[in-house]
């Protein structure tokens, strides 16, 4: 037992007191106060059956999460639009219940992605903390596949579906308070937060789903649960070695769009928005509603790489340029306010930067520093140019 609440204990303080050293040497600890259990039953008691039987039980353990793990992250989901707190409440729920399915690990892979991009505007820790709670913890504890505890019990002949049968009211209560708590601070949170609208872009479809040849794979795990070992460990780690992830260079197929926007001090009745720029340093902006300038407007993006920093550089086609020259002439001492949509794979969007006008831009250039990371802003670069291609091929509509 000393071993064990040690590394209790060590797991809930170590990474709050000292993270640096518990990322450097939490494998060490763990395999270390294992060993020394292990060591117990194998050589101070010499009771090797049931050291035996502890491994065993372990490896069905780890086939049957390991495998959900693998062959759920070869799901991809992606969404497109925002959520509100009553529609996130929903979203929590549904990912409660397929905890039960896929496990907790299972389905905390295949849903954080949307999970994210639903809620991309306005993330917030809460987000990510009842995520867990709920996904990833609570939610699955209907069913032998959702709770590693509840799995050895059924490995120990407990009935598949007893807990469901007798615990779903401690279930039903449990996930209900936290979905509770999680609605009241979600509700604050979304009246006070300036949300970021998402850009209408070239597909316009809400979900997409990459990865569906993975559910004959999760179909041969969830029918193993019920097969004797060792067939029931062979055919989980089969279909994980089996699947395969439909993530793939979109290459020319990967599209973004970008709304650049004016800022607009008057506040004129109708005309005017407020928006939040710079996640670490959020600035309120009001903004006119409709861009002027558009990646339809958009020859060329590049991204600039320097020893200090990278930037995004557009090159307006004609007609943009012209417009562009214009709105800096006319608008001088103002802002303008750039939004961005990329990325097939995350459907991310946010508000980018909003850089100052200072003076009549002749050439069509126009260079800005996004808030976003190197990679989100070379997939922006990326899908602002095969959008530029496919516009100039008379491909879009």
Same mark, same amino acid.
């Given at each position: 037992?000393? !071993? &064990?609440?040690?590394?209790?204990?060590?797991?809930?303080?170590?990474?709050? +007191? /000292?993270?640096? *050293?518990?990322?450097?040497?939490?494998?060490?600890?763990? $395999?270390?106060?294992?060993?020394?259990?292990?060591?117990?039953?194998?050589?101070?008691?010499? #009771?090797?059956?049931?050291?035996?039987?502890?491994?065993?039980?372990?490896?069905?353990?780890?086939?049957?999460?390991?495998?959900?793990?693998?062959?759920?992250?070869?799901?991809?989901?992606?969404?497109?639009?925002?959520?509100?707190?009553?529609?996130?409440? $929903?979203?929590?729920?549904?990912?409660?219940?397929?905890?039960? $399915?896929?496990?907790? %690990?299972?389905?905390?892979?295949?849903?954080?992605?949307?999970?994210?991009?639903?809620?991309?505007?306005?993330?917030? /820790?809460?987000?990510?903390?009842?995520?867990?709670?709920?996904?990833?913890?609570?939610?699955? +504890?209907?069913? !032998?596949?959702?709770?590693?505890?509840? &799995?050895?019990?059924?490995?120990?002949?407990? !009935?598949?579906? *007893?807990?469901?049968?007798? +615990?779903?009211?401690?279930?039903?209560?449990?996930? =209900?308070?936290? $979905?509770?708590? &999680?609605?009241?601070?979600?509700?604050?949170?979304?009246?006070?937060?300036?949300?970021?609208?998402?850009?209408? /872009?070239?597909?316009?479809?809400?979900?997409?789903?990459?990865?569906?040849?993975?559910?004959?794979?999760?179909? @041969?795990?969830?029918?193993?649960?019920?097969?004797?070992?060792?067939?029931?460990?062979?055919?989980?780690?089969?279909?994980?070695?089996?699947?395969?992830? #439909?993530?793939?260079?979109?290459?020319?197929?990967?599209?973004?769009?970008?709304? @650049?926007?004016?800022?607009?001090?008057?506040?004129?009745?109708?005309?005017?928005?407020?928006?939040?720029?710079?996640?670490?340093?959020?600035?309120?902006?009001?903004?006119?509603?409709?861009?002027?300038?558009?990646?339809?407007?958009?020859?060329?993006?590049?991204?600039?790489?320097?020893?200090?920093?990278?930037?995004?550089?557009?090159?307006?086609?004609?007609?943009?340029?012209?417009?562009?020259?214009?709105? %800096?002439?006319?608008?001088?001492?103002?802002?303008?306010?750039?939004?961005?949509? *990329?990325?097939?794979?995350?459907?991310?969007?946010?508000?980018?930067?909003?850089?100052?006008?200072?003076?009549?831009?002749?050439?069509?250039?126009?260079?800005?520093?996004?808030?976003?990371?190197?990679?989100?802003?070379?997939?922006?670069?990326?899908?602002?140019?095969?959008?530029?291609?496919?516009? /100039?091929? =008379?491909?879009?509509?």
């Amino acid at each position: 037992m000393l !071993p &064990f609440a040690l590394l209790l204990g060590a797991m809930a303080l170590a990474p709050a +007191c /000292a993270p640096g *050293w518990w990322r450097r040497h939490y494998a060490k600890i763990s $395999l270390g106060l294992g060993a020394v259990t292990a060591g117990w039953y194998a050589f101070a008691r010499q #009771d090797w059956p049931s050291l035996g039987a502890a491994a065993h039980e372990y490896l069905g353990f780890i086939a049957l999460v390991g495998s959900l793990f693998v062959v759920s992250g070869g799901i991809h989901i992606g969404v497109r639009g925002a959520a509100t707190p009553g529609k996130n409440v $929903l979203f929590l729920l549904g990912g409660a219940l397929l905890a039960n $399915l896929l496990g907790t %690990t299972g389905a905390a892979m295949l849903l954080i992605r949307p999970w994210l991009q639903l809620n991309q505007s306005r993330i917030a /820790a809460h987000h990510i903390v009842f995520f867990i709670f709920i996904v990833a913890n609570v939610g699955g +504890c209907l069913t !032998p596949i959702g709770d590693p505890p509840l &799995f050895l019990g059924y490995l120990q002949g407990v !009935p598949f579906w *007893w807990v469901a049968k007798n +615990c779903w009211p401690m279930w039903l209560l449990g996930v =209900g308070l936290l $979905l509770g708590i &999680f609605y009241a601070i979600d509700r604050k949170h979304f009246r006070q937060t300036p949300t970021a609208p998402v850009a209408p /872009a070239a597909d316009r479809k809400q979900w997409r789903v990459a990865g569906l040849k993975n559910l004959f794979f999760l179909a @041969i795990i969830l029918g193993a649960i019920f097969a004797p070992s060792p067939w029931r460990e062979g055919l989980m780690l089969a279909a994980a070695a089996g699947c395969k992830s #439909d993530k793939k260079d979109t290459g020319d197929k990967h599209l973004a769009s970008l709304r @650049i926007h004016i800022e607009n001090r008057a506040q004129l009745p109708g005309e005017g928005k407020t928006i939040s720029v710079i996640r670490s340093n959020p600035v309120l902006v009001t903004i006119n509603t409709e861009p002027v300038l558009t990646e339809n407007n958009i020859l060329k993006a590049t991204l600039l790489d320097s020893p200090v920093g990278y930037a995004v550089q557009i090159q307006f086609d004609e007609m943009g340029t012209l417009q562009y020259e214009q709105y %800096t002439a006319a608008y001088q001492g103002k802002h303008l306010v750039i939004f961005g949509q *990329w990325s097939e794979e995350t459907t991310n969007s946010r508000w980018l930067a909003a850089p100052l006008i200072t003076g009549r831009v002749r050439d069509g250039v126009l260079a800005f520093t996004p808030d976003a990371s190197h990679e989100e802003a070379k997939q922006l670069v990326l899908g602002l140019n095969n959008m530029a291609k496919k516009i /100039a091929t =008379g491909k879009m509509q």
